[in-house]
Every structure is written in structure tokens, then in C-alpha cells.
């Protein structure tokens, strides 16, 4: 996702907080050898999504689609994106246009879910 090395090392330390959480929970630091449990949780590869909307179109309309064709989306500019690790929502951001290179964007965090929050993304 994001190039930029500041949003790589925020998505880093937030899967590092995430996972340190979990371990906690499974008594991963509480016991001799927990450095060496957590580190194989921080090897554990996830599946990261940003949802930038989501459109609704007949079948026919689907077909029709080519090269160039727009698909709108329900989200505007400005507004909230979710950051999706495994299909739970663990954070929300904004999108933002990479500055040394302004043909890719990333997204910028701005609130990161709780464990209670962390409802299943659809």
C-alpha cells in the first residue's frame, strides 16, 4: 500500500501494538521465551485492505464495462476510509496523494479501532 517510509512505519507499529496485545492475551511476555513468541507473530503475513466504496450495478451494466469506463464509488472525497487487516476494520484514514510521486496515493491513519470495535468488515 503506502511507499512512503512515515505510513509504512505507522501501519508497522500499529500491527507490532496489535500483535504485542494479542500475545499479552495468550501469556506470549509472561513466560521465558515470549520475545521469541512474539516474534513469530510479527512474521504472521496479513491481508491489509483499504476501502475506498463500494458500488451496486446490474449484471448488464457489469458487461458493459471496458478500458477507461468509471465506476462511482459511495464514499466522497474527504471522507473516512477503513483500513481492513483479515476482514475486521482496525483502523480509519484518509486518503492522501503520495508526495514524491504523485501518481500513487496511501492513506493516512487517523483513528485506530479498538478491540471491541474491530467489527468484521462486509
Not at 82 to 97: C, K, Y
Amino acid at each position: 500500500m503506502p511507499a512512503n517510509p512515515s505510513q509504512q512505519s505507522a501501519e508497522e507499529a500499529l500491527l507490532a501494538q496489535s500483535a504485542r496485545r494479542n500475545a499479552t492475551d495468550i501469556g506470549g511476555d509472561d513466560k521465558p521465551g515470549g520475545q521469541r513468541n512474539l516474534d513469530t507473530i510479527l512474521r504472521i503475513p496479513v491481508v491489509v485492505q483499504v476501502v475506498l466504496g463500494t458500488a451496486s450495478m446490474p449484471v448488464a451494466n457489469l458487461m458493459k464495462l471496458g478500458r477507461g469506463a468509471i465506476v462511482p464509488l459511495d464514499h466522497r472525497i474527504g471522507d473516512p476510509v477503513d483500513v481492513v487487516v483479515n476482514g475486521r476494520v482496525i483502523a480509519r484514514g484518509e486518503v492522501v496523494v503520495l508526495e514524491e510521486d504523485n501518481s500513487r496515493f496511501g492513506v493516512s491513519l487517523t483513528e485506530i479501532a479498538g478491540p471491541q470495535g474491530s467489527a468484521p468488515a462486509e
